[in-house]
């Protein structure tokens, strides 16, 4: 990102991180963020038409540590779909290491935003008071699972918004898609998915109201090319 376009979205988000920040702040600032960030990314990838080469699908490997490690690359999993990235689990020990492809400027969204989330996801576990009788590790995985649906639905709608003020950018960023599944498929070609997990816990619901409300930046307007 450019510079400034950066400081801005950093900004925006470390607001939102601030645990002095109430559920309503935190919302305007993630959505300012987030908005930013997915007209950014169109606009990068309408960019780059004129010179694809420039472009080129990487990759980057996350390592994700306990507590949870396994849920929170789960929520990296929903930020990396959103913003057309993939991503390959790799779990070791407890440990769990998520190898993501996507074009460069994708990456970048993905592990910027996906930082201040965890951030934000701590700051709401801390608050949640786990029931009176239930394992706290099952309560709060089910909240992380709560908290992730509610980021993937938002990510979702506001990449979606971003690209229909975009005349032509679906095809573009679908031949994108397409080449970042393409390599992925190239680096693991015998691929499994994961099995369904059944999760006890009762903090679903809590987790989704919070991610309901987590700043994801997503109001200000403005493109790369007029970023200042």
Same mark, same amino acid.
């Given at each position: 990102?450019?510079?400034?376009l ?10 939102? !991180?601030?645990?002095?920040? &109430? ?16 007209k950014? =990314? ?25 507590p ?12 990396a779909?959103?913003? @057309? ?5 790799? !779990?070791?020990q407890?440990?769990a ?17 996906? &930082? ?17 009788? !239930? ?10 699972? =709560? ?31 397409a ?8 680096v ?9 997990r @059944? ?11 919070? =991610?309901?409300?987590a ?9 790369? @090319?007029?970023?200042?």
């Amino acid at each position: 990102m450019t510079d400034s376009l950066l400081a801005r979205v950093r900004k925006l988000l470390a607001k939102a !991180e601030d645990p002095a920040c &109430t559920p309503a702040e935190a919302e305007a600032f993630t959505a300012k963020a987030t908005e930013l960030i997915a007209k950014y =990314g169109v606009d990068q990838a309408l960019l780059s038409l004129d010179d694809p080469a420039a472009t080129p699908v990487g990759d980057r490997m996350i390592t994700i540590v306990p507590p949870y490690a396994r849920d929170k690359a789960g929520l990296l999993a929903a930020v990396a779909m959103a913003m @057309r990235c993939r991503v390959v689990h790799l !779990e070791r020990q407890g440990t769990a290491r998520s190898h993501l492809f996507g074009h460069a400027v994708d990456l970048e969204r993905v592990e910027l935003l996906f &930082t201040s989330l965890l951030v934000q996801a701590a700051h709401g576990l801390a608050a949640a008071i786990v029931p009176w009788g !239930e394992h706290p590790a099952a309560f709060r995985r089910s909240w992380l699972v =709560g908290f992730t649906e509610a980021i993937r639905g938002r990510l979702v709608e506001s990449e979606r918004s971003a690209v229909s003020e975009a005349p032509g950018a679906d095809l573009v960023l679908a031949d994108r898609t397409a080449l970042v599944e393409q390599r992925r498929d190239q680096v693991y070609p015998r691929l499994a998915k994961l099995g369904p997990r @059944r999760l006890q816990g009762s903090g679903r619901r809590q987790g989704y109201a919070v =991610g309901r409300t987590a700043n994801l930046g997503l109001d200000l307007h403005l493109t790369s @090319r007029g970023a200042s």
